[in-house]
């Protein structure tokens, strides 16, 4: 008996899932996704100090932890005033390392010598995930910088976790 054209399709390596699709996320990845995020901003402030290619060191990071490419990536930047989203991996990077918008100064070389979480919050729905707190940069003087944030995450085709939405403000001021 010959199978029907749907079957043969949802059997066929077309509609396969990729190998890591079916991996739910756990939130130990969340976590170990987010230490390795702030010592990757650790890492592009040291480089620009060390008059190394911070500008490099920018791209890797966000190849990395971000999903430009293969999804849309919603990225509001604590820094953003006049141009608030980031759409795109060219507008990523120049908030990151200064250039292409007039606004941007580099917010990651600064440079910050560590960054901490504390999150409010995770939520996991196997394939996606979302993450919502506060996170503090440490300044070279010693200071912490609090900013809040939310991500939101995706399995890549890699098996790493990648950021589909970031969005990150400083806490209110009634000054």
Do not use: C
């Amino acid at each position: 008996m010959k199978k029907s054209l749907l079957s043969a399709l949802l059997a066929g390596s077309i509609f396969a899932p990729v190998a890591f699709a079916s991996e739910a996320i756990t939130a130990e990845e969340v976590a170990a996704a987010q230490q390795a995020w702030g010592e990757g901003i650790v890492a592009i402030g040291a480089a620009y100090t060390a008059d190394e290619d911070y500008a490099a060191a920018a791209t890797a990071h966000i190849e990395r932890f971000y999903a430009y490419g293969s999804h849309d990536v919603l990225f509001k930047p604590t820094l953003a005033s006049d141009d608030q989203f980031r759409g795109d991996f060219d507008e990523a990077l120049s908030y990151f390392v200064g250039g292409e918008i007039a606004e941007d100064n580099g917010f990651a070389i600064a440079p910050y010598t560590a960054v901490r979480w504390e999150n409010e919050g995770t939520i996991i729905d196997e394939d996606s995930a979302m993450a919502m707190g506060n996170y503090f940069f440490t300044t070279t003087e010693g200071d912490e910088v609090k900013v809040e944030y939310s991500f939101g995450y995706v399995r890549g085709d890699d098996g790493e976790l990648k950021i589909v939405l970031h969005h990150s403000s400083l806490p209110y001021s009634a000054d």
